[in-house]
T-cell receptor, first 113, second 118 residues
């Protein structure tokens, strides 16, 4: 089955700096890669996703890049703000029609004011 | 996206008892899933709740321990049976394929049920 590795497990950045979280996956058939943000005591919330037919997607301060050859994808947050502090999870799904998501282990991001 | 609610939001239970968690969506959805999230950990899929048929369980999870129902396209229940302290966790439902559209792979999560077993 699919295996998703996520790094780093914790990340602290100064407010205003950029943060990058990286994930690798094992199943070359995976074609959908969402990112979720989970604040303390809250549900995971989808913040951005990317499909295998594109290499990059941006939404304001958030971007995701995908390298299918290397089987890795990354989340980039620019101009970080204190409200970006949360745990971020990447995920991958093996095949279209098989909607099971495999999640990474999570990254705890702390923005230092 | 759909509005997803779960009941109860939290509960404290005695070992050996069972708890049924409800997941309600305000619109029909194609897929419903149940996850467990242990403290400080990632999300682990328990099973896919299939409408009108038996749920599909992931490795390590069995129907006797986690019976699941899905009587229609907007509602599902997960029961945690014969609980032990190791079952203390957050249980989340998620849905996919909202607003009558075909599945798009995007999953949205309910608020979760925080379960503590003494």
């Amino acid at each position: 089955g699919e295996n998703v590795e996520q790094h780093p497990s914790t990340l602290s950045v100064q407010e205003g700096d950029s943060a990058v979280i990286k994930c690798t996956y094992s199943d070359s058939a995976s074609n959908y890669f969402p990112w979720y943000k989970q604040e303390l005591g809250k549900r995971p919330q989808l913040i951005i996703d990317i499909r295998s037919n594109v290499g990059e997607k941006k939404d304001q301060r958030i971007a995701v890049t995908l390298n299918k050859t290397a089987k890795h994808f990354s989340l980039h947050i620019t101009e970080t703000q204190p409200e970006d502090s949360a745990v971020y999870f990447c995920a991958a799904t093996p095949t279209f029609g098989n909607e099971k998501l495999t999640f990474g282990t999570g990254t705890r991001l702390t923005i230092i004011p | 996206s759909a509005v997803i609610s779960q009941k109860p939001s939290r509960d404290i239970c005695q070992r050996g008892t069972s708890l049924t968690i409800q997941c309600q969506v305000d619109s029909q959805v194609t897929m419903m899933f149940w996850y467990r999230q242990q403290p400080g950990q990632s999300l682990t899929l328990i099973a896919t709740a299939n409408q009108g048929s038996e749920a599909t369980y992931e490795s390590g999870f069995v129907i006797d321990k986690f019976p699941i129902s899905r009587p229609n396209l907007t509602f599902s229940t997960l029961t945690v049976s014969n609980m032990s302290p190791e079952d203390s966790s957050i249980y989340l439902c998620s849905v996919e394929g909202t607003s009558g559209r075909p599945s798009t792979d995007t999953q949205y999560f309910g608020p979760g049920t925080r379960l503590t077993v003494l």
